[in-house]
């Protein structure tokens, strides 16, 4: 793999003598090769922030088990697999004045190695009009996230700023929405190269149904269209929400 050439290519510098430059080309090659990487990686984990716009409202609560899943980029030629799949255990609950909070995450071990994957991140959605089924205009809501995965020594935080707009049709409830997407890693070489930092911002627009069909039940599925690519995300979860 490319990628392991140019890092074994690092360990000769202290041979050559101690010109930056060199570890400084070896850097920057190796960080342009990574990026697809990255960017596949941060945009999956960021995964899941399509949602209606409503709020649970104070003291709603919500708790879901869904994931997501993303086309590996043409140009990303270290992932040997056509997805990247993220799951992940959210739960929610409402405040006073229009404000979501949630948290999320989940953990599990690489099967035939000493490491495991972790996934942490967390939110807050702002209804700036909130939607209801009376209501002929449709909800809006602002939403800002921050989440990251974490594996070895390979690292990837990703802030999501998003724009959410949806109309309550009673048990049906369509949404669509709009993300810039702030990705930035990590990558621990043990090399003279020493720590690499591989970033990505993107653009990513989407929409998706939530569908109610019994009493605290809820059902989400959505899309998203990243840099001509379409990314899938489904949830499924109980709500608790005082009626009125």
Known sequence: MKIFIILTAALLIPAIGHSGWIEEVIRTEAEDKLEPVVSDVGTAISGGMYQKAGTLGFPGIQVSVGGSGIPVSSDNEFIDQDFVAIPWVTAKTGLPMGFDVFARGFQYKIAGADTSIGILGAGVKYSIHEESVLNPFPGVSALIAHNRLSVSDFNVNTTSLGLLAGKDLVIITPYAGVFYDIIRSEIDTDTPVGTLKPSKNLMRFGGGVEFSPLPFLVLNASFNIIEGDIAY????????????
Not at 233 to 240: I, N, Q, S, W
């Open 233 to 244: 995300e489904a949830d499924a979860g109980v709500r608790f929400t005082l009626p009125f």
